[in-house]
């Protein structure tokens, strides 16, 4: 495929965000859109390494509200796009065991609840009651999002490309981005290894290498890449088909059904920034100790498959979404701090909505502008897996 000269949106990466991003700018009508990717295949970077996870539960009023339009577009997905996404509505489970979480999590149901979401507090014993497999002597209590859950990934990306393209977006593997040319404070050209495609609009939707496209930009875009690592197990015939993702909280240590074993991640506070993707064997050992100890059952398990991925950590552990106020034409959508996945799909459509019509209406998004953070009005999310 030969690279189009002129565009009217140029998208730079073809994970969850990007892939959203142009079908829903194709769905609103927009001609002339590019999504490039440089890879050869879509999502099999942050989007295809992810946990798969869907929740409302979080501490801030706009994440729950962003996953209360994105779930329910997940419930839609394949009568909208005729793709099957295989949800799965098993609910997440907080496990707490410090006392320090306690009074934040009972805030944060309140706070769910009078936003529409069904999470529920449970005690320590009704954990254990919960999770007869799992080992949480200390467990002092916890919460439950009945309508959380799981949803395939590449489905989702596969959808919104197919999606994009069928409204006559072009959707390109193999074309990396190299810079973004700039005059008079506004974005003119998106410069690739192929060639330059003139624009008056660049999208930054590159996940963990946000920061790069907005170097190249000359726009600083607090963005960065930290590894994060899973390990999935053979065959466990004894979990039962509506096992929960459980969730340890103070160790960020999860589980869920994966097929018929478990799929297993703890994200390692001490990880330093970088791009590296290699399995880091010190650190699996640490993981999978903690597992067995609380799921003495994976003893009897043996690995099927293991990956490391990045997560796009930005300085709150939210999205930097919207205009970027300092060059015109320049877009951002990325940042999603490890729970991108199931904001992919109403991201995407604000940032549309943005794009097309000089603002969003489906939800207020200036607080998630890249803007605040000279302006010093951030707040962190709490619930960072
Ligand atoms: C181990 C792990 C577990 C996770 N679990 C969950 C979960 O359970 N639930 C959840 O919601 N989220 C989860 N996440 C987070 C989620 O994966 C991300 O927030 C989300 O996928 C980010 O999507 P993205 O499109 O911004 O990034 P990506 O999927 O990384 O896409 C960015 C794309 O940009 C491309 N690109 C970069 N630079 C260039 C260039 N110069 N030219 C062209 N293309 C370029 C890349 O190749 C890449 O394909 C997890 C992440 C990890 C790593």
Redesign the pocket.
Same mark, same amino acid.
């Given at each position: 495929m030969t690279l189009p000269n002129t565009a009217n949106v140029v998208v730079?990466? %073809?994970?969850?965000? *990007?892939a959203s991003t142009a079908y829903h700018l194709a769905l609103k009508g927009c001609k002339k859109v590019v999504l490039?990717?440089?890879?050869s295949f879509?999502?099999?970077?942050?989007? %295809?390494?992810?946990? *798969?996870?869907?929740r409302y539960q979080f501490d801030t009023e706009i994440n729950v509200k962003l996953s209360r339009i994105s779930l329910p577009m997940l419930d839609r997905f394949e009568e909208e796009l005729g793709q099957a996404i295989d949800i799965r509505k098993c609910g997440y489970l907080f496990v707490l065991t410090r006392e320090m979480d306690v009074a934040e999590f009972k805030r944060q149901v309140a706070l769910q609840n009078s936003l529409g979401a069904r999470t529920q507090w449970l005690d320590g014993d009704e954990i254990r009651r919960r999770l007869p497999l799992m080992h949480y002597p200390d467990a002092i209590g916890g919460t439950l999002g009945p309508d959380d859950g799981l949803a395939d990934?590449n489905g989702v990306v596969q959808g919104y490309i197919s999606g994009a393209r069928r409204l006559g977006a072009l959707c390109l593997t193999d074309?990396?981005?190299?810079g973004i040319r700039t005059d008079h404070g506004r974005v003119q050209a998106v410069e690739t290894e192929q060639g330059v495609i003139e624009t008056p609009i660049a999208v930054n939707?590159?996940?963990?290498?946000?920061g790069?496209?907005g170097r190249m930009a000359g726009v600083d875009v607090p963005i960065v890449p930290v590894r994060?690592?899973?390990a999935v197990t053979t065959p466990l015939p004894q979990i039962p088909p509506d096992f929960p993702f459980v969730i340890e909280f103070a160790r960020s240590l999860y589980f869920h059904r994966e097929g018929p074993g478990i799929l297993t991640?703890m994200s390692n506070n001490s990880e330093p920034v970088s791009f590296s993707q290699n399995v880091d064997p010190e650190w699996e050992m640490t993981h999978l100790e903690a597992a067995c100890q609380r799921m003495p059952l994976l003893e009897q398990a043996g690995i099927s498959s293991r990956w490391?991925?990045?997560?796009?950590n930005s300085p709150d552990a939210h999205p930097i979404l919207g205009a970027v106020d300092q060059l015109g034409g320049f877009y951002c959508?990325?940042g999603?701090?490890?729970?991108?996945?199931?904001?992919?799909p109403v991201c995407g459509l604000l940032l549309a909505e943005e794009i097309l019509d000089g603002k969003t209406s489906t939800l207020d998004i200036s607080s998630l502008r890249l803007s605040r953070f000279q302006q010093g009005k951030t707040t962190r999310e709490y619930n960072v897996v």
């Open positions: 730079i990466g %073809g994970g969850v965000m *990007g490039l990717e440089r890879n879509f999502g099999i970077e942050a989007t %295809g390494k992810c946990a *798969g996870g869907i990934p074309v990396s981005v190299t939707a590159a996940g963990p290498w946000a790069q496209i994060r690592q899973i991640g490391a991925g990045l997560y796009e959508i990325g999603f701090s490890g729970h991108g996945f199931m904001h992919g």
